[in-house]
């Protein structure tokens, strides 16, 4: 797998003077495929995903993304990858100075250089897939609701036809039908690009929709990785708890320590 992988990580450490968060997490993500990465408060989720985006740099270990090294590359390296990359993050972190489509088409103008006019038609063809109006496109960001942002922000992510895309806790802060409206856009934009995908969740209803493969991080390693249909047959206690969100447990014995 690791020769095809769009992304790959290989004993990935991360700590923060003595508190070690990641110690040694493997995965990878291949061509086309949507890999979730599960797991509770804490457990270093965020952490990891920026150790692949470059905001975070991990003291040991490698991220290949497209098989060139993340870890210790050059900003123009790092600028190239994230050109063919598309993040939708938490908060949808749109730009409130800015209309919606100048949101939308900020990949475009700014990283592509293309002429407004044209940023503009893509970006109404963008809303459009996910289900915003026209009318839309001049409001300012902070007048939409928290599911409307998010479709913009997933306008955002797909508008430069990245592909990779990034998303974190994409259903976090909007209600479970909005959210389930977010998981088919999600899976829908996806497909249609055919890009690989990473998400981080602890959403679990929302990691089964739109995954493949779920990886649940504990204790700083992946400690189960596999396909979405596997879950439930899956004989790890830890991934059972998280999943059937039981307060006994193994996991809860560690939550002490946080
Ligand atoms: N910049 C930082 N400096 C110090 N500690 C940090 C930093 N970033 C993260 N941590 C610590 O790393 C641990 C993992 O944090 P992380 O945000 O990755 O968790 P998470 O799994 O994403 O949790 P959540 O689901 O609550 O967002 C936490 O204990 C956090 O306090």
Known sequence: MSDTAKISLRDVHKSFGPKKVLQGVNLDVGPGEFVA????????????????????????????????????????TREDMLAHTGMLFQGAALFDSLPVWENVAFGLIEGRGMKRKQARDIAIARLADVGLGSEVANMSPASLSGGMQKRVGLARAIATEPEILFFDEPTTGIDPIMGDVINDLIVKCTRELGACAMTITHD?????????????????????????SEIDKADNPYLQQFVSGDIEGPLDLDLKHL
Not at 48 to 57: E, I, Q, R, S, Y
Not at 207 to 228: F, H, S
């Open 37 to 76: 990465i599960i797991g509770g408060s804490g457990t270093g989720k965020s952490v990891t995903l920026k150790c692949v985006l470059g905001l975070l740099v991990p003291e040991q270990g490698s991220i290949k993304v497209n098989g060139t090294e993340m870890v210790g590359a050059s900003r123009s």
């Open 204 to 228: 679990m209803a929302s990691a089964r929709k739109i995954a493949d493969r779920v990886a649940m991080l504990y204790q700083g390693k992946i400690i189960w990785d596999g396909p979405v």
